[in-house]
């Protein structure tokens, strides 16, 4: 079954007078539990495809759908629900709440979801041990690695059960060696949950980790080499 | 919880900015509340320290014939009558006051003399408030009492101390009566108190009747009614309105007889329209109206005259039983003019209302005997006969009630005025003097708080710039707009609170601080502002209060358009943002 299916998205661009053409007619779908790779250079519109994948963008044109639920026509407030409930983000720059500490960090999403603080907890030291920080709960994120911070992000995007983990350039900013330690945290928790994860990279190492990759180019995806 | 939680953890970033802007805030509200305090204290200085003991919270104030020194009523029972039965009064005084010039050893000055009376069911709540506001250095206030020393008297210890006098010393008075005669007393100083107040350090306290005694008020007339009621600022109007209506007067009636038969007598106005209307209304058949209208003419009416066998210039003999003396009042009048129609009645003598008033105020008429009916003056003659006083109007403002007696004296009124007024009215200046410092404050934190709320918007501004890819996370993790706009919101709400409990401490550290320092005002009119030498604050729970809420209802308004345009970030737009 089809967590996502795309086709014919477009997104443009505004910089002054000039319209720039992020994504020129996209047509994707992925199924649910895949462990994808969308693989392109820099400005060739991965992290735009993921951004609209997770309702953080909207679409100029085309249909989205996510869960089977079109997602172009929706509020505000709607859009923030799936993002809540269906959707976790990985980012490349970690983005955890530096006044929170590493459990806080992992059970937020799960108070936004109003889930009592006892449940929130339960679940944030199930993933917390998971990712294997449990010593590291009480800390704050500017007291952890790059790695490390990484994982509490990964945690924070899993503890809500969400259908998809959308990653953009989880490795980007760690050494290869926790860069690949967190590929493999990943697949493993794509394993563990049965969660659909996509993430994007420019990485050609990381690809070995994906079963599925989709190349895009200049805003258009072109035809999918073999999974690894 | 969790924005609550968020907010509280974010005040904490950054540090250095936050106390910089908490620190203005705290100032403001510490200058808002300190002067809301100070203003506040001046009014209970003038109103609870000051004018309650001088004319109550409710006033009723009688002035015999236009005469300032002659606050008297001479039926001590009918003025008590109105005041009766009123619930909301606590207490209820006879004031009694004299300005006197009081010589002491080598020195003299003036002084009032106060009549007090020493109640022996005075509450312990009242008795503290008046030790707190009178309080003995020497003597004790039973001491008025005294029995061995010649008219007994407390006096201020700046007085005491101006007259070179110490206890037990005798100070001599001079003063005038209420029959404006002057008048020598010697008065033993049995204590010596501490006034709150400059404006109580000229009062020598009396006991109330050898006060009266030496004013020569007689045992059923009374001087002016201090009422001092519960909950003064919501009731003492209505209560002054409702007394107001019970001293409605009717017309002044002396039932006196002529050669043994009844005859009624009343005074007519004798102002210039009331003169014109009479001029117009009676025809004369003896005598003339310019020596009836002088103030001990008399108009007879002629079946009376006849009866009487007394024509213009001739005498009468009137007689007439007193309310509280024994024995008739005899009169023997002039026959001014004979009224040979147009007058009141058959029976009905007129007097000049300036004469009447003598006879009917110093020696009180009795009531109409038995089996006679009360005299009621009709038609035209109603307006024109004088009434029993004269019931000033209620003001309700000091203005008003300034041209009220700017009135009295242009009306030289001939009976006793009757007024009855509330201390807000009497001294509405001091609320007016309280609003204006109010004003003048708020201003002045107006200008502080624009300043402090430019703080509280580049801060937000600020912080939300540098926080603008963690708006980005939370937006894109799934917090709704309005959760991020609270938590800037609770933010600045919580930064607020704590500046204005902050804010709070220090005004009033600085209060206790001002309060201590001790000021001379010798006889320089700023010494009304002082308690004992010192200023004197009166933070009130709706001042502090309101200026906690004021402040922070600004700081969040002001944060309201900063948190919105926060919370309208795209999450995407937000993520990219680089600082």
């Keep these: 079954m089809n967590i996502i299916e795309i086709s014919a998205l477009r997104k443009d661009y505004s910089l002054g007078s000039t319209v720039v053409p992020a994504l020129r007619g996209v047509d994707l779908t992925v199924a649910e539990g895949d462990f994808m790779s969308i693989i392109g250079p820099s400005g060739s519109g991965k992290t735009t495809l993921l951004n609209v994948i997770g309702c953080i963008d909207y679409a100029t044109a085309g249909s989205v759908k996510v869960g089977g639920r079109e997602i172009t026509a929706l509020s505000d407030r709607q859009i923030t629900d799936i993002r809540l409930n269906k959707i976790g983000f990985i980012f490349q720059t970690f983005n955890l709440i530096p006044v929170l500490d590493v459990i806080e960090n992992i059970e937020f999403p799960l108070l936004l979801m109003k889930r009592s603080a006892a449940e929130a907890r339960r679940r944030a030291d199930q993933l917390i041990e998971e990712v294997g920080l449990k010593e590291h709960a009480a800390h704050r994120p500017a007291e952890l690695s790059g790695g490390q911070r990484q994982r509490v992000a990964i945690a924070r995007a899993l503890v809500t059960n969400p259908d998809i983990v959308l990653a953009d350039e989880p490795t980007a900013n760690l050494d290869s060696?926790?860069?690949?330690?967190?590929?493999?945290?990943?697949?493993?928790?794509?394993?563990?949950?049965?969660?659909?994860?996509?993430?994007?990279?420019?990485?050609?190492n990381v690809l070995k980790y994906a079963r599925r990759i989709v190349k895009i180019k200049d805003g258009l995806l072109e035809k999918e080499p073999a999974a690894a | 919880m969790l924005l609550i939680k968020l907010s509280l953890r974010n005040l904490l970033r950054q540090k250095r900015r936050n106390l910089l802007l908490g620190s203005a805030m705290a100032i403001g509200v510490a200058i808002l509340i300190t002067a809301n305090a100070f203003s506040h204290g001046i009014s209970d200085i003038m109103f609870n320290k000051v004018m309650r003991y001088v004319t109550g919270h409710v006033a009723v104030r009688f002035n015999e014939r236009g005469g300032v020194m002659r606050e008297i009523f001479r039926d001590r029972e009918r003025a008590w009558a109105a005041v009766k039965g009123e619930p909301v009064i606590k207490d209820a005084d006879e004031s009694i006051g004299m300005f006197s010039r009081a010589i002491g050893n080598g020195k003299s000055d003036n002084i009032m003399m106060v009549g007090v009376k020493l109640?022996?069911?005075?509450?312990?709540?009242?008795?503290?408030?008046?030790?707190?506001?009178?309080?003995?250095?020497e003597g004790k206030?039973?001491?008025?009492e005294r029995a061995d020393a010649e008219n007994p008297a407390i006096i201020s210890e700046d007085k005491a101390r101006y007259l070179n006098v110490n206890r037990n010393d005798t100070i001599r008075v001079r003063f005038r009566n209420m029959f404006g005669q002057d008048q020598a007393a010697r008065l033993t100083v049995v204590g010596i108190s501490r006034n709150d107040n400059i404006f109580m350090q000229s009062v020598v306290f009396v006991e109330l009747g050898r006060a009266k005694e030496l004013l020569g008020f007689r045992p059923w007339e009374t001087g002016n009614i201090t009422l001092n009621i519960k909950d003064p600022q919501k009731n003492a109007r209505a209560l002054a309105d409702r007394i107001h209506e019970r001293y409605k007067p009717g017309t002044a009636v002396i039932y006196a007889s002529a050669a043994g038969r009844p005859v009624t007598v009343i005074g007519f106005r004798s102002d210039d329209a009331s003169k014109e209307k009479i001029r117009g209304l009676a025809k004369l058949s003896s005598g003339t109206f310019d020596k009836a209208f002088r103030k001990d003419g008399v108009i007879l009416p002629a079946a009376l005259a006849g009866r009487l066998g007394v024509a213009a210039g001739g005498k009468i003999k009137l007689s007439y039983p007193r309310k509280f003396e024994a024995g008739p009042k005899d009169a023997s009048l002039t026959v001014a003019a004979v009224c040979a129609?147009?007058?009141?009645?058959?029976?009905?003598?007129?007097?000049?209302?300036?004469?009447?008033?003598?006879?009917?105020?110093?020696?009180?008429?009795a009531a109409p005997g038995p089996g006679m009916k009360p005299y009621l003056p009709e038609g035209p003659w109603a307006g024109l006969a004088a009434p029993e006083w004269i019931l000033l109007r209620r003001t309700y403002t000091t203005d008003d009630y300034k041209k009220k007696y700017q009135d009295i004296s242009k009306n030289k009124w001939k009976g006793t005025t009757i007024d009855i007024s509330t201390m807000y009215e009497t001294a509405s200046d001091i609320l007016k003097l309280e609003s204006v410092l109010n004003i003048i404050t708020i201003s002045a934190v107006v200008v502080l708080f624009f300043i402090i709320l430019l703080g509280v918007v580049n801060t937000l501004r600020m912080t939300i710039r540098e926080r603008t890819r963690e708006i980005g996370t939370v937006r894109a993790i799934g917090m709704q707009r309005a959760d991020v706009r609270d938590m800037f919101l609770l933010e600045t709400f919580f930064l607020t609170l704590f500046s204005a409990l902050a804010g709070l401490l220090l005004g009033f550290a600085v209060m206790r601080g001002l309060a201590l320092l001790t000021f001379h005002p010798e006889d320089n009119p700023l010494g009304m502002l002082l308690v004992n030498g010192h200023l004197y604050f009166l933070p009130t729970f709706t001042g502090i209060a309101g200026s906690v809420l004021l402040i922070i209802a600004i700081a969040v308004v002001t944060?309201?358009?900063?948190?919105?345009?926060?919370?309208?970030?795209?999450?995407?737009?937000?993520l990219g943002h680089f600082t």
């Design chain 2, 141 to 144: 206030w039973q001491d008025l």
């Design chain 2, 559 to 574: 944060a309201w358009f900063p948190a919105r345009r926060a919370a309208n970030f795209s999450p995407a737009q937000a």
């Design chain 1, 177 to 204: 060696v926790t860069g690949a330690s967190i590929l493999e945290l990943m697949r493993r928790m794509n394993e563990l949950e049965h969660t659909t994860f996509i993430f994007s990279t420019h990485d050609a």
């Design chain 2, 341 to 365: 129609a147009g007058c009141p009645g058959p029976d009905v003598v007129l007097l000049n209302d300036a004469g009447f008033y003598d006879y009917y105020y110093e020696d009180m008429p």
């Design chain 2, 119 to 137: 109640k022996k069911d005075i509450s312990a709540a009242d008795l503290k408030e008046l030790e707190e506001s009178f309080r003995m250095s």
